[in-house]
């Protein structure tokens, strides 16, 4: 019998020895030295890269009041995830809070590609800079409307922090506007990116 029938073969005989009862008392549920609670957590995207797994959960590890400082609501989390064979990303999007001057959008993304390879993909675009020390790419895409990325290092590969402005009327902002603050609401959260 193969090793997945052997299984549920056991599932089916311990649930018939079950149902017809037993005169033995039930066993003592454990006690409080012995329940043991693991304070790991199975990553949400795992792939076959060979690559590190991917430690930060944008939508889980980015606490509440540190969105709400950087105003965007927490309430807006939208998860994502890109599994694939040679890397993968797991993402979450934001909004930012009503009483923001400006309707943002804020895509982060966790993934175990190296800040070289990011470097070697948009280099036209980049500029190297650093968040609280650690190293980090400024991408500024002409053709991308309003939007600025700041791109970090982290020990399993990186963390995208992409954010698109939607001004009211519209409207093309100028080209240096299109970073402003950014930096900052990426060293509130650069503490939070590796556990």
Excluded at 2 to 21: E, F, H, P, Q
Excluded at 85 to 109: H, I, M, N, Q
Aim: glycine share 6%.
């Amino acid at each position: 019998m193969g090793g997945w029938k052997r299984v549920a073969g056991s599932i089916a005989l311990t649930a018939a020895t079950t149902a017809c009862g037993t005169d033995a008392p039930p066993p003592d549920p454990p006690s409080a030295a012995e329940t043991v609670t693991s304070t790991t957590r199975t990553p949400r995207v795992i792939d076959e890269s060979g690559r590190p797994a991917i430690t930060f959960d944008p939508c889980l590890d980015l606490p509440d009041d540190v969105l709400a400082e950087a105003q965007y609501d927490p309430k807006s989390k939208r998860p994502s995830e890109y599994p694939m064979e040679a890397y993968s990303f797991l993402g979450c999007r934001f909004k930012s809070t009503p009483s923001a001057f400006d309707d943002d959008r804020l895509s982060v993304l966790a993934g175990n590609v190296t800040l070289e390879e990011e470097w070697e993909k948009n280099s036209p675009i980049s500029t190297h800079t650093d968040v609280n020390g650690r190293d980090a790419l400024l991408r500024l895409d002409p053709n991308n409307k309003n939007t600025c990325t700041i791109t970090v290092r982290t020990e399993f590969g990186m963390v995208i922090f992409s954010r698109t402005r939607f001004p009211d009327d519209a409207r093309r902002l100028p080209l240096d506007e299109w970073c402003g603050d950014l930096d900052r609401t990426v060293a509130l959260f650069e503490p939070h990116l590796d556990h």
